[in-house]
């Protein structure tokens, strides 16, 4: 029997196109939809998520594919389906309406709406009839449809109150000055609630939050902390042994369902790749840990071969689920190791990553053993091996050896489901990572790699008017960017500069600051909007201010417009980058540790802050030395600037005034807005360079 695709045969989200062929009646979000409930006089049933989603993926078996489910939905909704990660502005609203509505979010988000796109009832994942002591889908959609019918003025009066509450908690607080004693207390914050048995912070399930500990790297430069870099340290040191990490491919799970970071949710975000390699990058920047080095290659590796388009830019995310099972891909039985390795390997191989005959993973919604076994290590390798009085060159050899085939075993497998979509907001934090750790490690390959990305987003994802395109999926960009993909764009162009002295990229992270500022500003109350002032429009116009698992679109821009204003000597981003700080500043002290990266900007707000121009021919021996000097040091308030000796380079006019001393490469340092004379002593530039 032929299946007939519904609209969203039409789509481009991979997302959408896995429901094309649901017997529900699925519209994607636009102005169709809401006619037809309009005319139809039917409430909006609205379901949120992604394509890597495994809870998604559970609803769908269960329930989409359900022909009583379909023919409720058909009957007596129009049924809504929504990408997050195309339309993250829509997901944002509705999960505000599911946390207030719940106390609770997540995907997939489920909710019932007016054709006015005001929400009345909200829930996550829901099951087809009632189980884990939840309420079927069955049931609460025929109990709507019924109040609909009989109780439409109470429905409409709760979707309107909930509608006004959501709007009123946008309102910015009257603004306040920034105090500088904030920082202190977002340190205090993180100490009390780390965990110093494991590594991370709070309980399962826990996140590996890198902006946290981009934030504690920072904290521990400014104050000498040694408290700030050991909760680093030791999370480091723990997500890598454990499960959250892959230890045939490299990269890191979404997050772990456990306290000692064994049993992850299997998802691959590139946001995650990206944050964590900046963060393992500059810890073995500051400590030399040979482990966080090769953890920031293996991650680069990783992204370099499964999660990057031919032609530059980064795939999004690869799925939890094969072969309609979360996890199937990662997980062995001890049988299948013992027959894909000698004797010897298997032996080694059990006692290291902990391999079980009943296995070591337990399902996390049933939390039996399930006979199958996740790769982790109870403790760092060369600890165990150590302790056992082993032949270090033997195991490690076995080891390699074991794991090199069980990956080519594994690689026969019917792989996860990769996500080729590439998002403008992701890309910049890849992008940033990159280049960081270019300078940190002097590796070309990531600055090329970050080019390419950059140079994908710019030659393919800029609109007619000098704004960018969300999303690129199946040869064609669409969808008008959020303030998520100019921050993080912005950012990684500002680090991709100093990675190259290309004045292009800077020139570019200029222009989109420029643009961001007249369509996504908030004229009265300072910060930027989620959506341009041309969007479509949703029940309000909302402002994101807190970081999660990736920073906000606020945070970020809060840096960028401290960055630009201090490499463009610009007064105009400095205002607008004070008039930012005032205006969050009630929330930071509010809820110090949801806004790290805001607290990272203050950081450089409140300094020290140096500015490095470096006046020389770029590919003279001497110039080259100086930065690789500079580049030595852990000093992340460093920005680095390249003044040019040829006119035909002089691109960037507030550099003119830089040139070398007695024809020498010449480093001039700028400190706290008071710039020094020039040195070109490199002896004299090593001592500098110590004081940064």
Known sequence: MTKIPNRLIHEKSPYLLQHAYNPVNWFPWGEEAFQKAREEDKPIFLSIGYSTCHWCHVMER???????????????????????????????????????????????????????????????????TRQYGKTGLIDILTQIKNIWISQREDVLKASEELTAFMKSIQKTPPPSEPDKEIIPVLFKELLNTFDSLHGGFGPAPKFPFPVNHLFLL?????????????????????????????????????????????????????????????????????????????????????????????????????????????????????????????????????????????????????????????????????????????????????????????????????????????????????????????????????????????????????????????????????????????????????????????????????????YSLHHFWDKNNHGFYMNADFSESLPFRKKEFYDGAIPSGNSVAFLDLILLSRLLSDFFYQQKAKEMAKAFFHNLKTFPTAHLFFGIGLLHEFGPSAEAIIAGDLQSKTTQKIFEILNHEYCPQLLLLHAPTSVNEKTLPHLNFYHPIDGKPTLYLCQNYQCQPGINDIEKIKEKAKTL
């Open 62 to 128: 269960e329930s989409f594919l359900n022909e009583e489910l379909a023919h409720l939905l058909n009957q007596n909704f129009v049924a809504i389906k929504v990408d997050r990660e195309e339309r993250p502005d829509i997901d944002a609203i509705y999960m505000d309406a599911c946390q207030i509505l719940t106390g609770g979010g997540g995907w997939p988000l489920t909710i019932v709406m007016t054709p006015e796109k005001k929400p009345f009832f909200a829930d996550t994942y829901i099951p087809l």
């Open 218 to 514: 920072r904290y521990w430069k400014a104050f000498h902390e040694p408290a700030a870099l050991k909760m680093v340290t030791k999370t480091l040191q723990m997500i890598r042994i454990g499960g959250i990490y892959d230890h045939l491919s490299s990269g890191f799970h979404r997050y772990a369902t456990d306290l000692a970071w064994h049993v992850p949710h299997f998802e691959k975000m590139i946001y995650d790749q990206a944050l964590l390699l900046l963060t393992y990058a500059e810890a073995y920047h500051i400590t030399q840990d040979p482990l966080f080095k090769n953890t920031t290659y293996d991650l680069y590796e990783f992204v370099l071969k499964e999660m990057t388009h031919p032609e530059g830019g980064f795939y999004t995310a690869i799925d939890a689920d094969s072969d309609g099972e979360e996890g199937s891909y990662y997980l062995w039985t001890q049988k299948e190791i013992q027959k894909n390795l000698s004797e010897e390997e298997a032996v080694y191989l059990n006692e290291v990553f902990s391999i079980q005959q009943g296995g070591n993973y337990f399902d996390p919604s049933t939390g039996k053993k399930t006979k199958k076994n996740i790769l982790f290590l109870e403790k760092p390798l060369h600890t165990l091996i150590e302790e056992k009085g082993w032949n270090k060159e033997l195991v490690l050899k076995t080891i390699n050896n074991a794991l090199k085939k069980l990956f080519e075993t594994r690689n026969q497998r019917n792989h996860p489901f990769l996500d080729t979509t590439i998002l403008v907001s992701w890309n910049g934090l890849m992008i940033a990572a990159l280049a960081r750790a270019s300078r940190i490690l002097s590796v070309p390959g990531f600055q090329t790699t970050a080019s390419h990305a950059a140079d994908f987003i710019l030659n393919n994802m800029k609109t007619p008017d000098g704004g960018l395109w969300h999303r690129f999926q199946a040869n064609q960009a669409d969808v008008p960017a959020i303030i998520d993909d100019y921050a993080f764009f912005i950012w990684g162009l500002i680090e991709l500069y100093q990675a190259t002295f290309k004045s292009s990229y800077l020139i570019e992270a200029d222009q989109l600051m420029r």
